[in-house]
């Protein structure tokens, strides 16, 4: 083929490639950023860049499945590789001879390509056999492709395999018309075995195939880069950005925020959360068009499997195709039409309300996402909207309303109860009424739930005693402690939690608090990560941190043995949205005998409880119950002790627990407790394992 032919060919190829993508770069690019502002999106900046080296560099999230993981890895870094290539196969039509300036006849870069490429090749491999095995045409709801778009899936994996398959020939031809610029050498050892099979074809032969292939690669490199613009690969150039953006890069902790909503700063406009497309944040935005289908979501998502109709992926998703049929109204300028796309509800006309209502808020879909999506916040700001904008919200989560906001916690039995909890204690627990005393070290955040709940009442007598064993100078709020707005704030009721935390803060600060214990991971999470956007600075506890540095330094000191099998439920605002796994375990691991076994789903894979979310309050009509998902996998591992160390987990599991005995499918002789309950059985010598007390 002529030069010049060959030139224009590519040169052709490459305008109207570079045309299409900077078309739909740009109005992909305008989409996003016509989302509202997101604010604080690069405020820790150290955690960020460490959180883009480690997830998309390093691929962690997806290397925690090992098999689609590394096939991923191999891909991802192929595709970075093997841009050295593309500067090849242009540098190859303009000079036959040509060869990149520095490196280009190094022959390790030349190993480097095509232990790549053919690495990419396994990984199609690989990447065909996993959407086999868990075809969701067979496997329904159980495959985590279950409801992606799997024809684009294969679609992808075709023309990937063009990419490498256009890539090897062209190199094994030119290795035969000697214009390789690695030489004929075994380096390349994908190539030369192409090279091989092509030889007896000849020179002339090889020179044609080495022109049309590279001509073919180039048209395919720009096919691949326009389809992956208009498909959900589109994260191969978006994920990197919305990894870096991420609020949160350790842990999922607090949520986001909310407009002012001081009501002297409102006007007729102002909108609480999220109710139509166009009151997404640009982060938001780039959420959507960020997902890549994968379901680890789903797969992972405790309402998902118990067969209620939410989906984080198809959330996303569901989103995702909304935004882009109301694009050409967002974009278009001006107000956006009464009656358009964009002016359909979310609620109820593209995510259902139960679907809604169904999330229990564990974070197990952000922490599973490859790509740092924020399910949680996305659908707390629907909540927001429908809650605060419409009144729109499952009935008896309005008992739970307003029993917080008259009686300040969410059973409405008031704070004369809050220091029941005390009696029968062999000594005082002293009651902040004015400021902390000098003395007191910590401030006992009972919660709501360990000072009204029967069964929770036990934990909180339990951590008070070994508190005071340990000579811990502590003092409680008693009537002056109110909930924390927790179940409001992620009910929805952004006003509610807004004025519960100020006046918390109010106490807290005006009692001059610095240092505070809590057993609730709900309160801690809020006290810890949340109340610091409206002021509260304080340094907070877990109970299980305190209690295992008590126990790493020899002030607590177990000596009976408890000869029990003990399995650990995360508690997922202590795991999965605070980084605490090892501190619980740690408890356990102090006290002689205990046999821990892990439940498979632990850590950050710890199935909820089902209670987070306000889903406390709320019925679970659909599908089955989540309490008894987990506890059943509890009871599986034949543990003689479930423990845990919330009130809320412990209540939902005992409850189960209780349940499955009476229809004699669990050992009586199973128990539900806090780890602190087995330290304590330990320290005092009792003979079996603590028994909480009955359900109320
Ligand atoms: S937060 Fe939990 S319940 Fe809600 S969508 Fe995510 S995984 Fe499902
Ligand atoms: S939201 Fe994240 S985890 Fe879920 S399907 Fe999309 S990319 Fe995968």
């Not at 196969?89 to 190993?111: R, S």
């Not at 602190?676 to 359900?695: F, I, K, R, Y």
Request: hydrophobic fraction near 40%; proline fraction near 5%; charged fraction near 20%.
């Amino acid at each position: 083929m002529l030069v010049a032919v060959r030139i224009a060919i590519g040169l052709a190829l490459t305008f109207v490639g570079l045309a299409l993508v900077a078309w739909r770069g740009s109005f992909l690019f305008r989409l996003v950023a016509n989302g509202k502002p997101a604010p604080g999106r690069m405020t820790k900046v150290g955690a960020q860049v460490k959180a883009e080296l480690m997830d998309v560099f390093g691929q962690r999230k997806l290397l925690r499945r090992t098999v689609p993981g590394l096939a991923h890895f191999f891909t991802f870094w192929g595709f970075i590789v093997l841009l050295l290539t593309i500067i090849e196969a242009y540098g190859d039509l303009f000079d036959k001879t040509f060869a990149i300036p520095g490196i280009g006849h190094w022959k390790f870069i030349g190993f480097l390509e095509d232990f790549f490429a053919t690495a990419v090749l396994v990984a199609l491999i690989t990447f065909a056999i996993i959407r086999i095995r868990q075809n969701p045409a067979r496997e329904q709801r159980r495959s985590r492709f279950y409801g992606s778009h799997t024809a684009t899936a294969w679609q992808t994996l075709g023309l990937i395999f063009l990419v490498i398959a256009t890539l090897l020939i062209y190199r094994g031809a030119q290795i035969n018309t000697g214009d390789f610029p690695y030489g004929d050498t075994w380096w390349t050892f994908a190539s030369k075995l192409v090279s091989m099979a092509l030889k007896p074809l000849g020179y002339t032969a090889n020179t044609h195939i080495e022109t049309i292939f590279i001509l073919a690669q180039i048209g395919v490199i720009w096919a691949f880069f326009v389809f992956v613009l208009h498909s959900k690969h589109l994260h191969i150039f978006v994920s990197e950005p919305n990894v870096l953006f991420s609020r949160r890069p350790n842990a999922l902790g607090p949520l986001g925020t909310t407009p002012d909503l001081d009501p002297e700063k409102m006007t007729e406009d102002t909108v609480f959360g999220t109710g139509l497309i166009s009151h997404l944040t640009w982060k938001q935005r780039l959420d959507l068009i960020s997902c890549t289908e994968c379901g680890r979501c789903q797969d992972q998502c405790p309402a998902w499997n118990t067969d209620k109709p939410l989906s984080p992926k198809l959330v996303i998703m569901d989103l995702r195709e909304h935004l882009f049929g109301s694009a050409s109204e967002l974009l278009g300028g001006g107000e956006l039409p009464g009656d358009g796309v964009a002016a359909k509800p979310l609620v109820p006309d593209v995510i259902e309300p139960d679907v809604l209502w169904s999330c229990t808020t564990c974070g197990a879909c952000v922490d599973q996402c490859p790509v740092d999506i924020e399910h949680v916040d996305t659908i707390v700001d629907m909540r927001r909207y429908e809650v605060l904008m419409e009144a729109r919200f499952p009935t008896e989560a309005g008992l739970m309303l307003r029993n917080v906001e008259n009686q300040g916690d969410p059973w409405g039995l008031g704070s004369s109860q809050r220091l029941v909890w005390t009696q029968g204690l062999e000594f005082e627990v002293p009651v902040v009424t004015d400021t902390i005393p000098d003395d007191v070290e910590y401030l006992f955040w009972v919660g709501c739930a360990g000072a009204l709940d029967e069964r929770a009442r036990k934990t909180t007598q339990t951590i008070a005693r070994l508190l005071h064993r340990a000579g811990i100078q502590f003092a409680v709020l008693g009537p002056k402690e109110s909930c924390t707005g927790d179940p409001a704030r992620r009910l929805g009721n952004e006003y509610l939690y807004q004025e519960q935390a100020q006046k918390n803060i109010e106490t807290l600060n005006s009692a001059g608090v610095k240092k505070v214990v809590a057993s609730c991971p709900h309160c801690f999470n809020s006290l810890s990560r949340e109340y610091p956007a409206l002021g509260g600075n304080f340094e907070v506890f877990h109970h299980t941190q305190l209690l295992e540095k008590l126990l790493t330094e020899g002030v607590l000191k177990p000596e009976t043995r408890i000869d029990s099998t003990v399995t650990y439920h995360d508690p997922c605002y202590l795991g999965r949205h605070n980084a605490v796994y090892d501190e619980p375990r740690g408890v356990l691991n102090h006290v002689p005998g205990v046999q821990l076994t892990e439940m498979h789903r632990c850590k950050n894979k710890g199935f909820c409880c089902g209670a987070g979310g306000a889903r406390m309050w709320l019925e679970e009509r659909i599908g089955t119950r989540i309490n008894v998902n987990r506890t059943d996998e509890a009871l599986g591992t034949g543990a003689d002790v479930i423990s845990t160390a919330c009130p809320y987990c412990l209540i939902m599991l005992d409850d189960a627990t209780k349940a499955r005995q009476a229809e004699g499918s669990a050992p009586e002789s199973v128990k539900v407790v806090d780890v602190a309950q087995v330290l304590e059985q330990s320290l005092t010598g009792a003979t079996s394992p603590p028994d909480p007390a009955p359900a109320t």
